[in-house]
């Protein structure tokens, strides 16, 4: 079936240095949706990318879509402890209802 | 709060045992989902039901069975578990191809 295919799958940075997570389809999406889950937590929605070569902040994250819509990335700056936790992406087909989760990637900030 | 709630937070089962986990979702939405998380497969979608009818069914054993008797209300009803069972049942509701909320989980042990 169709996946979302998310690398690294962990990565642990010091407080202050820069963090990135890809996500790949091998078909086109129709969009892109990406949650945080803090430790012990649920999924929070973050954001959502429908055009293709779209780039949207909040702060100090920057998400991007590709232009043939089958990758994006997920881009925090100057990490800070408050975001540990897991980020998924989460990708939609023309046609299908439901969103397919990648594996996410847990990321780990040292002070 | 995210307008999703789930009960019970913990549950702890026997394999022969029969039990029930609850879904509401105050948000007027029309479409609910219960995914499982477990160290294996982070996000793993398991049924899928928009205006109370099920859509979606991802090769869940039989084990597991689904109702939902309103656009609010999703229960799992769970028999004759097994070990492997033992995850985090999230429930999830979101208007059709929109921004999925997330209840708190259940923390189901299998012994």
């Known amino acids: 079936g169709q996946q979302v295919m998310q690398i690294p799958q962990y990565q642990h940075v010091q407080e202050g240095e820069d963090f990135t997570t890809y996500c790949n389809s091998s078909?086109?999406?129709?969009?892109i949706q990406w949650y945080k889950q803090r430790p012990g937590g649920h999924p929070v929605f973050l954001i959502q990318?429908?055009?293709?070569?779209e780039v949207k902040k909040q702060k100090r994250l920057t998400f991007q879509f590709g232009e043939a819509k089958k990758n994006s990335s997920l881009h925090i700056t100057a990490t800070q402890t408050t975001d540990v936790g897991t980020y998924f992406c989460a990708g939609r087909w023309t046609g299908r209802r439901a969103l397919t989760f990648g594996s996410g990637t847990r990321l780990q900030v040292q002070p | 709060e995210t307008g999703v709630t789930q009960t019970p937070r913990h549950l702890v089962m026997g394999m022969t045992n029969k039990k029930s986990l609850k879904c509401e979702q105050h948000l007027g939405h029309n479409a609910m989902y219960w995914y499982k998380q477990s160290a294996k497969k982070p996000l793993e979608l398991m049924f899928v039901?928009?205006?109370?009818?099920?859509?979606e069914n991802n090769s869940v054993p039989s084990r597991f069975s689904p109702e939902c008797p309103n656009s609010s209300h999703l229960f799992l009803h769970l028999h004759t578990l097994q070990p492997e069972d033992s995850a985090l049942y999230l429930c999830a509701s979101s208007q059709i191809k929109n921004i999925q909320y997330f209840g708190a989980g259940t923390r189901l042990s299998v012994l």
């Open positions: 990318l429908v055009k293709s070569g």
């Open positions: 039901y928009n205006f109370k009818e099920q859509t």
């Open positions: 078909t086109t999406l129709s969009n």
